[in-house]
């Protein structure tokens, strides 16, 4: 009987002696986030800027919610427009028909010759329309957008989705949103977001949004990129005529560039491409006709004499 009260006895001084050791063994999260503070009193910011911040906002759960400054995308840039001389063969697998040199096939990826011109010397070739590149799989050619896009993935050519964890921001650019990080901000660990002085959140509450306490005017061409500093809105360059559009790539030199991506062109051109062209006598694809007797190759594509066209380098 009494070996057994000494057993409980032991039993009872290791738990005792374990249960600091467990303790102490608890991540510390206070060191990837901030606690949330009991108060906080306004602080000032810049030329007599009072700041009045809301010291956190509970982060949204599955509902979509999207900045109503970028729900209308501009016009894809010409580099993830398919060109006039593709001609789509199966949309679902993103695949177009061009006709090519015979000697150059080899040159685009993973080409599948479907019909050979011997009379005008040319090849119809299947390969991935422009915008996608193409992959190998399962010895299957797989063509798979493309936008350069961090910090998320492309659904379809020139836009980007942004990875769970991230969200659009001004820019357009995926950035780090609560719990992971809060650009201009601090992350709680209820998933909340604290701006820094000079920022709020956006309408999203995910990310902070710099402020201008005079505002930057009622254009959309400008826009407040720092804060009390207003420049010039994504898709615009600061001139000595203010804030003018940018198209990428440029309308060339018959074209004026306009809002949203869009080229003008100058009386004796046509927007080919999206690029403003003149008629000229070469094909120029991938491509653009400056003049008459004048073909410019887009970069990454070399002028071929025997078919005036562009093909890859």
Known sequence: MWLRDLGLRLIFFQLMVCLPTIHTNVPNYSERYNRRPVSQDPGSYGRGYVESRQLSFNRPGAANFQDPRIVEQPPKRR?????????????????CRIWVPPDT????????VIQTDQANRLSLIEVCCTGYSASRLKGVTVCR?????????????????????????????????????????????????????????????????????????????????????????KGYQLTDDGCQPVCEPDCGIGGLCKDNNQCDC?????TRDGVCQADCYQKCNNGVCVSRNRCICDPGFTYHEQSTMCVPV
């Open 266 to 270: 100058a009386p004796g051109y046509h």
């Open 79 to 95: 580099e993830y427009l398919i060109r006039s001389h593709e001609t789509p063969s199966d949309r679902g697998q993103h695949k």
């Open 145 to 233: 957008a493309q936008c350069g896009c961090q910090n998320g993935s492309c659904r379809i050519p020139g836009e980007c989705e942004c990875y769970e964890g991230f969200v659009k921001n001004d820019n357009g650019d995926c950035v780090f949103a609560c719990p992971l990080g809060c650009q201009n901000g601090q992350c709680f660990l209820d998933g909340s977001c604290q701006c820094d002085p000079g920022y709020k959140l956006d309408e999203t509450r995910r990310f902070c949004r710099p402020i201008c306490s005079s505002g930057c005017g009622n254009s959309p061409r400008h826009n407040c990129t720092e804060p009390e500093v207003c420049g010039c809105s």
């Open 105 to 112: 096939v080899e040159k685009y990826a993973h080409p599948s």
